[in-house]
T-cell receptor
Framework: DQQVKQNSPSLSVQEGRISILNCDYT??????FLWYKKYPAEGPTFLIS?????DKNEDGRFTVFLNKSAKHLSLHIVPSQPGDSAVYFC??????????FGKGTRLSVIA | DSGVTQTPKHLITATGQRVTLRCSPR?????VYWYQQSLDQGLQFLIH???????AKGNILERFSAQQFPDLHSELNLSSLELGDSALYFC?????????????FGSGTQLSVL
């Protein structure tokens, strides 16, 4: 039973355009969400997070939006760059227990 | 570089065998987590240790075990290996005791069971 779902396994975007990666969750008790980025042959690295008291958090080209009523969050990357090509994981801590991750979305930014 | 070291990077073994994966956390981090990433799955949580004590168990098989030593490094032991155990195994560390923001991941051990 997946508590965090990323329904798009892959996404291709042209350089300079916006990339939108989506994540849905089932547990309404989740109050904190994180995005991790993973390059081949490396471990995931923390990218950006959002608390449920906010509906938006921005860090440079990366913005995460949270829609609590829809149990949905999205990561926007603007403008997309070839170096953003990676696998992106959405994650949440179900209470005071370790992070649960989605299956990831592979983003390809085409020059 | 996350500061988390995992060895070996690659491991090829046969069914029925036993292997040990090793993890050294970031300096000062007391928490170590193990995750498994299979081909069609996301990162599946296996087990969490804090300062030598087991804190949480996830989808860890009985054939698998782990421990965290006094110097805080951790080992994941996988025994009676099956083809389906082939996966990427990640270790992560944090300075938190229970909550889990900003885990720092090692680069993983790719296990291939033939």
């Amino acid at each position: 039973d997946q508590q965090v779902k990323q329904n798009s396994p892959s996404l291709s975007v042209q350089e300079g355009r916006i990339s939108i990666l989506n994540c849905d969750y089932t547990n309404s008790m989740f109050d904190y969400f994180l995005w991790y980025k993973k390059y081949p042959a490396e471990g995931p690295t923390f990218l950006i997070s959002i608390s449920s008291i906010k509906d938006k958090n921005e860090d440079g080209r990366f913005t995460v939006f949270l829609n609590k009523s829809a149990k949905h969050l999205s990561l926007h990357i603007v403008p997309s760059q070839p170096g953003d090509s990676a696998v992106y994981f959405c994650a949440a801590p179900p209470g005071n227990t370790p992070l649960v991750f989605g299956k990831g979305t592979r983003l390809s930014v085409i020059a | 570089d996350s500061g988390v070291t995992q060895t070996p990077k690659h491991l090829i073994t046969a069914t029925g065998q036993r292997v040990t994966l090793r993890c050294s956390p970031r300096s000062g981090d007391l928490s170590v987590y193990w995750y498994q990433q299979s081909l069609d799955q996301g990162l599946q949580f296996l087990i969490h240790y804090y300062n030598g004590e087991e804190r949480a168990k996830g989808n860890i098989l009985e054939r698998f075990s782990a421990q965290q030593f006094p110097d805080l490094h951790s080992e994941l032991n996988l025994s009676s290996l099956e083809l389906g155990d082939s996966a990427l195994y990640f270790c992560a560390s944090s300075d938190a005791q229970g909550t889990n923001e900003k885990l720092f991941f090692g680069s993983g051990t790719q296990l291939s069971v033939l």
